[in-house]
Structure formats: C-alpha cells, structure tokens
C-alpha cells in the first residue's frame, strides 16, 4: 500500500527550508487528514447511504456520486485529494455491495460495475508547479491504489488527463472551480509576516482584492472566507488554519464570517499541536452550508 504522506516527503526534498517558510508551506499527517476528509466527504454519504431503502434509492445515490466534485485550493503533493479519492471509491463500492445484497433474482447478482467515480472529479490549485506536477501523478497512483485494494476491473489505461483539473495558479486571485467539498491545507503565513514573506507589491495586491481585512489576518483566513463564498447550498468544507483563526480579526475573517452567512461549523478541533516539523499549534475546523443534525466541536 502507497501511503499518502510519501508525496508530501517528495515535494518537501524539492524545496529548501527558506522556500517552504517563506510559503507557508506545511505537509499534513495521514490522521490530521483524515479529521477533513471523513465529516466533510465520508460521513454525509455514509449517512445517504444509510437513508436508502431500495435498490432504487442506491442506484440514485450512485448517480449523484458520478458527478459529486472535490477540491483542493492549495492542494500541495495531492495528499488531500489522495485520501478523498480512496474514500470515494469505497463509498462506491459501499453502494454496489448494498445494491448487490438486496436483488432477489441471483443471476443478477455480480453485475455491479465499478467506474462510477474517476479522478477527473477531484480538482487542485497550487502556486508551485513542480507541485501541480505531483499532485496530478498523486491521483494516478490513487487510481492504482483503490483498483488494487477494492480488486477493482475498471479499464487502468490510457491514464486520466488532469491539466484542467490540477492547476497552476493562486488560489486567492484566481475563480475557484464548482464544487461540493472543499478540502485543504492553506498556507500558514502570519498576517504580520505577509509583507516580509511574500514581498510589498504581493501584500498591495491582497489587501487591495480583500479591503475588509488587512494586516493582522493569517494568510489562511482567506481560503476559509473564498471556500465558504464557492460552497453551493449543500456544499460542506473542511480546513487545517493556524490557531489564530480563532482569535481576533482573523477570526472575524475566517470562523465569524462562517458563521454569520450561513454556515454550520459542525465538527472541529479548536487546537493541536501540529504534527509535522512547524512549531505552530493548528485548528481543523468542518463546516457547512446546511444545518447539521448535531454541532461536534472537540476543544482538547
């Protein structure tokens, strides 16, 4: 088995100390991933397919899962969408056991085809090119990865295109593609720090396309603002911020602003010691556009 965390060491080994800082750029763990992908993509089609009463319903679900979109608007190595990949994938082999184990005529049975989601449903965006690069082989090798762990048939060849899927660009002056999960780790760079970082004529240009919020704003707080601005009516995020997204005006510009136009936050940690190499205590906050059934929120 590929773990995940192999392409965050790859892309680490491609940039130096200084580039990664200055950046913001920080790998999440396979756990800490996981705390996004399972109330933001696993859980809700869980929960969907628990409803279903008929095979009916399931064929339904299988249909809504064919066009259901990922992203990943600082997507790094791919991490993010590798895991959100794979556990597509078992969702869909989730619905085909379930359709198979409720026909009653058994020469029907083992007529389930694998196939229904693909990688061109997942979507990244990276400043970094060599970044772009990998994360677009990240998604074959979870492709590879899910057909040899679900013993999956699915055609493997030709290989799926991702240059429209996987894009060079920055996130924060640059339209989002539609989508119904939002999923990341932004850049953790320190609101005070931007201009040092990131140079005077980049700061001009932020504060100039975000006016409401200005220096003192961690660089992340404006990926939570933008996913929750793309997310449509049933739409559900889930993102890796600095703690300070729960202080001050980076609250205001990340958590407050949320939450006073429409969201839910329904599953979060309020603070953990990061796990990778950063010195930074992080929150990873899930939320959504829809009132959940019950709020979660884990403050250890």
């Known amino acids: 088995l590929v773990r995940p965390s192999i392409f965050g060491n790859?892309?680490?080994a491609s940039s130096d100390d200084a580039q990664r800082h200055a950046l913001g750029q920080h790998f999440t763990s396979e756990p800490d991933i996981l705390k996004v992908v399972r109330p933001t993509i696993i859980?809700?089609?869980?929960?969907?397919?628990?409803?279903?009463?008929?095979?009916?319903?399931?064929?339904?679900?299988?249909?809504?899962?064919?066009a259901f979109r990922v992203l990943d608007p600082a997507c790094g190595s791919g991490n993010f969408l590798y895991m959100g990949y794979n556990g597509l994938k078992d969702i869909e082999a989730t619905i085909l056991s379930k359709i198979q184990d409720r026909r009653r005529s058994e020469a029907l049975?083992?007529?389930?085809?694998?196939?229904?989601?693909?990688?061109?449903?997942?979507?990244?965006?990276?400043?970094?090119?060599?970044?772009?690069?990998?994360?677009?082989?990240?998604?074959?090798?979870?492709?590879?990865?899910?057909?040899?762990?679900?013993g999956l048939t699915e055609q493997e060849l030709p290989l799926d295109?991702?240059?429209?899927?996987?894009?060079?660009?920055?996130?924060?002056?640059?339209?989002?593609?539609?989508?119904?999960?939002?999923?990341?780790?932004?850049?953790?760079?320190?609101?005070?720090?931007?201009?040092s970082e990131l140079g005077n004529s980049y700061a001009e240009k932020l504060y100039t396309t975000y006016p409401e919020v200005r220096d003192s704003?961690?660089?992340c707080t404006h990926w939570f603002r933008n996913a929750h601005i793309a997310l449509g009516e049933r739409g559900r995020a889930g993102l890796v911020g600095t703690n300070s997204v729960r202080q001050g005006i980076s609250r205001r510009a990340s958590l407050a602003y949320i939450t006073a136009n429409g969201g839910w936050i329904h599953n979060a940690i309020s603070t953990q010691r990061w796990s990778g190499d950063?010195?930074?205590?992080?929150?990873?906050?899930?939320?959504?556009?829809?009132k959940p059934n019950s709020c979660m929120l884990d403050g250890n």
């Open 217 to 219: 704003a961690d660089l």
């Open 109 to 150: 049975k083992g007529q389930g085809v694998f196939g229904f989601v693909t990688t061109n449903q997942f979507y990244g965006m990276d400043t970094d090119p060599f970044a772009v690069e990998l994360a677009r082989v990240t998604l074959m090798i979870a492709r590879k990865v899910a057909h040899d762990r679900l």
């Open 10 to 12: 790859i892309f680490e």
């Open 161 to 195: 295109n991702l240059d429209k899927n996987i894009v060079q660009a920055d996130a924060l002056f640059t339209p989002w593609p539609e989508a119904d999960a939002i999923i990341g780790n932004p850049p953790f760079t320190g609101g005070k720090r931007i201009r």
């Open 278 to 290: 950063a010195s930074v205590h992080v929150c990873i906050v899930n939320w959504s556009k829809m």
């Open 43 to 66: 859980e809700p089609w869980e929960a969907r397919i628990e409803a279903a009463k008929t095979i009916g319903d399931l064929e339904q679900l299988l249909i809504a899962l064919q």
